[in-house]
């Protein structure tokens, strides 16, 4: 049964799997690209093509772009796995809001940060992102939940996303992959969202 009361629902509930329409969605662009690796320039974000070129498309666009396999199948196993349970707290069409609205304000948020730091031409593209906003609204409904690492490595959900996090600062900061910024702003945007719509911090149970 869903933890979030009805009267509490701002969006009328509605259940009809839209993650796997997603998930269909990033394995369709992939393929595409497989055939016109051109097209990428155009899907993915850039400060560039956003502010001089007028490509607004491309903060909805730019999560579903993978360059390579080991990536597309980290995300889609995130979404697969937990997307479903978050959808079916949230309902479909909220599912839907959630999951486009990160891409959309963390994307335009990167573009803003980039093009005001000289990396106009910087592209950004993945689903990690979004991912990592499923994850932590996954977390903040399970936080009891236990997560096998590796298959093998039990971990709460919440330690779980904080190692995410200390991963991605850890690229950011050694490896220079300054793109990954995107995920840390996708997940300061969902926790902001989480925790002013559910009135729940996803780390409140973390160390008991």
Do not use: K
């Amino acid at each position: 049964m869903s933890i979030i009361p009805f009267r509490r629902r701002l969006i009328t509930y509605r259940f009809f799997n839209a993650n796997y329409f997603i998930i269909g969605a990033n394995l369709l662009v992939f393929m595409i690209l497989l055939v016109v690796p051109d097209l990428t320039s155009y899907l993915a974000l850039t400060p560039l093509g956003f502010f001089d070129f007028h490509e607004y498309w491309q903060l909805l666009s730019f999560h579903l772009v993978h360059l390579d396999l080991m990536t597309l199948v980290f995300n889609l196993l995130g979404l697969f796995f937990f997307g479903s349970q978050v959808e079916r707290e949230m309902g479909s069409v909220e599912y839907l809001l959630f999951y486009c609205g990160i891409g959309i304000v963390s994307g335009f948020l990167s573009v803003v940060i980039f093009n005001a730091v000289g990396l106009g031409s910087l592209p950004i593209y993945g689903s990690t992102t979004t991912v990592f906003g499923v994850l932590l609204a996954y977390a903040a409904f399970y936080p009891d939940s236990v997560i096998y690492l590796m298959g093998i490595v039990p971990l709460r959900a919440p330690f779980l996303i904080l190692i995410f996090i200390g991963l991605a600062i850890i690229m950011i900061v050694f490896s220079a992959r300054w793109s990954n910024l995107v995920n840390m702003i996708g997940l300061v945007v969902s926790y902001i969202y989480i925790y002013i719509r559910y009135r729940t911090n996803p780390f409140r149970n973390l160390f008991s």
